[in-house]
Structures are given as C-alpha cells and as structure tokens.
C-alpha cells in the first residue's frame, strides 16, 4: 500500500465520518437517544449519544471503497453490525446486562467461527505456546480479548474525547508499524486505516465540549473493530507478540483492571458504574477537562511509543519506557483511589467507631 493510498483512505473516511456526525446527532435527538446527566456524569446537559452510527457507516463505506471481500470481511461485517446494533439499542433504552452481553458475545463468535479469526498460538516473553492444540482455549482466548476490548473502550468512554481519542492512538500505532515493516497487505493494516480516519473525523465533534458522545454503538463497535485488528496483526504478523496491541491499550486496560478490583473490595458487582476511574481522579487533582484528556493521550502514546520502538528498533529500550511507565502507574495507583475507595474505607471505619 503506497502512502498516497494510506492519506487517501485516512481522509476519505475522515470526510464521510465528519459530514454523517451532524445527521446522526439530529437522530438520536429525535428518537431520544440522549446521556442524562446525573450525580456520577461530568456532563451538565443531555447530549446524543448515538455517534457509533456516524463512525460505522465512514467504516463500511470505507470497505467498500477499499477493502477486498473475503470470508474473514464478511464476517468482520456481520459482527460489527450485530455489536453496533446491540449498542443502538441500548442508546436508545438501557438494556439489561445480559442482553447486552449476549449482544457482544454473539458478534464475537460470528468472526470467530464464521471468519476463522483465532489465535492459535501466543509469543510472550521469547517463548511459544501452541494453543491449537489445546482443546478450545484458542477460542477461549480469542473471545476474551474481542470481549475485553469492546468493554475496555465502553468503561473509558467518561469524558469528551477520550475514547475516540484513544482508539485513534491505536489505529495510527497499528500503522506505523505494518508501514515500517512492510507489511501493508494485510486486512489489519487496511482496517486500522479506515478506522483511523473514522474515529478522527467523529472527535472532531466529540472534543471538549462535545456536541454528541460515542455511545455504546460506538464503543462497543470500536472495541470489537480494535479486537479483530489485535488478532488479524498477529497472525499477519504485524505484531510479534500479542501483547504488544494489549500495551498500546495499556490505559483503558488498566482502567477496567482497577474498576473490577475496586468494585470488589467494595463487594460490588464489577459492572456498577462508579465515579472513581483514571480520569475522575484526575480531575479529583484539580486538573482541567481537556487537561486530563491530553495527560491521558500522553500517557497512551508514550506506551504506544515504546510498542513501536520494542517492536522494530531496540527491544531493551522499549522494556526500559515499559518500566518507567510502569513505576508513574504505580505511584499514581498508591496516591488516588482508583483501586482503592479511601474515602469509603474512612467511613466504615467511622461508623465503627460510632457503633462502639
């Protein structure tokens, strides 16, 4: 794929994503797909929240301009509809959490039995691990990561900008690198792309101060998009190891580990929603709405930074960035309460003092 092709398809979806957001916001204010404000949202008015539309229909014109048909696209298609749909709907009404899951799941299982998009075997740490051979976990796996992907990108989806803002950080990484290598042929590569000029396009309606949200039509759809493109790179070995698109997402991952464990020690069901993520409590340090974005981005795009220098430059100096930023997340970790509710544990204390 020559660089003329790669800014032809990054503008043109840009283009088609940026005309179609404006059509999209006058629907869902009609059918009523609007984010109420409430005690633990940082918006102050309602706001559409059915941008997920805007950004799949620049991805499937997208493929239609410049993707080649084949099994493994069709099934990225269904996939992506039946998650995109799952999402509308729950725009437009909350749906239980089983249905939405169910939704998820079965987009899932559409690329993975249908398209043959499976991990059959994993590289960490310089070893090998053949997973074809074990029964179905390769399935297991693979269904794991589509899954965690789309609910990374929903659980991070809190201020303006920030999802579609780290969904294009991975786009652009995926990239760079299947350009530096050479690797330009691959569905991964086309796909991110596509995506790419997408996601940019809809963030320009969706910076501070936001005129229409993602949704989950939108951050289910890029989630699953972002977990088809981690596995098509690996097996078309635009990344050496699965674990170098986990790190690129290493923000959005960190922050759904954190949730599920500080919900849990709160004796919580993971899924409740909370105001305690990564940027509450960096607003919680004074830090300004698009601030937190940008620290956020930085933070993204130093790990997405150090994925391409590991990859294709000096793998000691990536793992060296890897440690540095490593130590930020823990000295961030022991001083909010991302992980911890230190206020929560306060209180119980408190009201035991009290009873006694």
């Known amino acids: 794929m ?3 092709k790669i800014l032809l398809i990054v503008v043109v979806c840009f283009i088609i994503s940026t005309l179609m957001v404006p059509i999209v916001k006058k629907i869902a204010s009609h059918i009523g797909a609007l984010d109420i404000p ?5 918006h102050t008015k309602p706001m559409p929240r059915l941008g997920g539309l805007a950004i799949y229909i620049a991805f499937i014109l997208g493929y239609m301009f410049f993707a080649t048909p084949s099994t493994e696209m069709n ?3 269904i996939g992506s509809f039946i998650v995109l749909l799952t ?4 725009d437009i009404k909350p749906l239980p959490a089983s249905i939405k899951f169910s939704g998820q ?3 899932a299982l559409t690329v993975v ?16 691990f053949n997973l074809s051979n074990m029964f179905i976990l390769n399935y297991v796996i693979t269904l ?10 929903n659980l991070i989806d809190g201020l303006d900008g920030l999802s579609s803002g780290v969904a294009s950080i991975f786009f652009i990484t995926i990239g760079i690198i299947g350009y530096i290598q050479g690797t330009m042929t691959g569905l991964d590569i086309t796909l991110a792309f596509i995506m790419l000029g997408a996601t940019l396009g809809f963030l320009v309606h969706n910076f501070h101060p936001a005129k229409i949200f993602m949704g989950d039509s939108g951050t289910l759809f890029v989630g699953f998009i972002i977990g088809v493109i981690a596995i098509l790179g690996f097996k078309n070995v635009t990344v050496t190891s699965l674990v170098t698109p986990l790190l690129i997402l290493a923000i959005p991952i960190m922050d759904t580990a954190f949730a599920i464990i500080r919900r849990l020690l709160k004796g919580e069901s993971p899924s409740k929603p909370d105001k305690f993520h990564i940027h509450h409590q960096l607003l919680n340090l004074k830090i300004s709405h698009v601030g937190t974005v940008l620290i956020i981005y930085l933070i993204n795009i130093l790990f997405a930074l150090s994925s391409v220098i590991y990859v294709l430059k000096d793998e000691t100096l990536g793992r060296i960035i890897y440690a540095v930023l ?23 204390i408190t009201e035991k003092k009290h009873k006694k």
């Open 2 to 4: 020559s660089r003329s």
């Open 105 to 107: 799941l079965l987009g």
């Open 87 to 90: 999402g509308m709907l729950d």
């Open 113 to 128: 039995f249908y398209g043959g998009i499976v991990i059959d075997e994993i590289n960490l740490f310089g070893m090998t």
């Open 75 to 77: 099934s990225i298609l």
């Open 144 to 153: 794991f990561l589509i899954l965690g992907c789309m609910n990374c990108i």
């Open 326 to 348: 490593l130590i930020i997340v823990i000295w961030f970790v022991s001083n909010t309460s991302v992980v911890v509710d230190t206020d929560a544990i306060k209180n119980k």
């Open 38 to 42: 409430n005690e633990r949202k940082v």
